[in-house]
């Protein structure tokens, strides 16, 4: 189904809006509530849902499906995604008061590169019917990786390439802020005259390359669900919005999410058989069967609802850990005053410290290495 210009333009002006409310509600740096983060994630999840009943309603009821696919899908990605950026907020020490800015400025450049990887995607499945065949593989070889890396200690981000490359080419305050200073969560500042960015902006650099290699898996993944440019748009659009607020709505019950890996697992291997049955069935032989839509989300449903129940009873009892992303410290989360040194020993650049120059050892949700 073609979709107006003026559709496409109404739903990413409505987007853009969305965003702006988001910068605004983040412009001053605070620690994020459990209500307030509960509140936001009900938000973006009604306006989720109800542009899914308007696709249903205008562009009928098989793309309504094919939207509500692709935004769980993509969505259950993203929580796949909330294991990394708890990781990377813990081991540079991103005091809590400016963790919704870090990951804000995630959100938009994940909503950049996906719109850029959409637009290709579209355009080389146009060319080539065989790029189903390719996506197909790829999804069964990164549900394969899933499965095998599930339990790996998490990688060490602070020698992540955009770490380096920010600091071989730009230059880096490494001047600490306080609650209150006027430089206090700026991305760049200027100090002796000389512009410059911040160990801020370098944690914004690391989460927006790991955005990056995320893109990878999760568009192919929606293009098995639906091949209309407007429905990937908007499913992945939606489904990262709330990425912010459902990190903090979520960031104590990530470590209990431990067979969410398997799940993703077999959810992006059944698309990727769908993306392979496809191409058998339009180019080899009609006779060869396709997965119906309502099948695919029916299978998605059924398989987020099995490994949630599961992973929760297999942590049942289990102690509750201190939070992966609230890890650092800075002069907002402990009063140290006493003791005459910083609470976690973090270091001028915004990695933690053991005394060595090395980052510490941040404590991780379980599997939290999953997609890097």
Do not use: C
């Not at 599930?150 to 802020?177: C, I, Q, W, Y």
């Not at 998605?300 to 509750?320: F, H």
């Amino acid at each position: 189904m073609t979709v107006p210009f003026w559709v496409w333009a109404a739903t990413v002006g409505g987007i853009a809006v969305l965003v702006a409310i988001d910068i605004w509600h983040a412009r001053s740096p605070h620690e994020v509530s459990f209500r307030e983060a509960t509140l936001w994630s009900v938000i973006y999840i009604v306006v989720a849902l109800a542009f899914g009943v308007g696709v249903w309603i205008f562009m009928g009821s098989q793309s309504g499906v094919e939207y509500i696919s692709g935004w769980l899908v993509e969505k259950s990605l993203s929580v796949d995604n909330l294991f990394i950026f708890a990781v990377i907020l813990a081991q540079f020490a991103v005091p809590k008061r400016h963790q919704q800015k870090v990951l804000l400025w995630g959100v938009i450049g994940a909503l950049v590169m996906r719109a850029i990887f959409i637009l290709i995607g579209a355009a080389v499945i146009n060319a080539f019917s065989f790029a189903f065949v390719i996506f197909g593989a790829f999804l069964l070889y990164t549900a394969y990786g899933l499965v095998r890396s599930h339990g790996d200690e998490p990688k060490d981000m602070s020698d992540n390439v955009a770490v380096r490359l920010t600091r071989k080419f730009v230059t880096v305050h490494e001047e600490d802020t306080k609650p209150g200073d006027k430089h206090d969560g700026q991305l760049w500042r200027k100090v002796g005259g000389k512009l410059g960015v911040t160990p801020l902006f370098i944690t914004v650099a690391v989460i927006l390359s790991v955005d990056l290699v995320f893109a990878l898996d999760s568009i192919p993944a929606i293009f098995g669900i639906t091949q209309n440019a407007y429905i990937v748009f908007t499913a992945n659009a939606f489904a990262l919005l709330g990425l912010r607020a459902l990190y903090f709505l979520l960031v104590g019950l990530l470590e209990r999410l431990v067979h969410l890996s398997y799940g993703l697992a077999f959810i992006l291997a059944f698309i990727g058989v769908k993306l392979i049955l496809h191409w058998l069935h339009v180019d080899i032989n009609p006779a060869i069967p396709e997965v119906p839509t309502p099948l695919s989300l029916a299978v998605i449903l059924v398989t987020l609802t099995v490994v949630t129940i599961t992973s929760l009873y297999a942590t049942r009892g289990l102690p509750p850990k201190e939070e992966a992303g609230t890890a650092s410290t800075g002069p907002d989360d402990h009063d140290d005053s006493s003791h005459g040194t910083p609470a976690s020993g973090t270091s001028s650049n915004g990695t933690s410290s053991n005394g060595t120059g090395a980052p510490a050892a941040a404590e991780e949700p379980a599997d939290a290495s999953r997609r890097t």
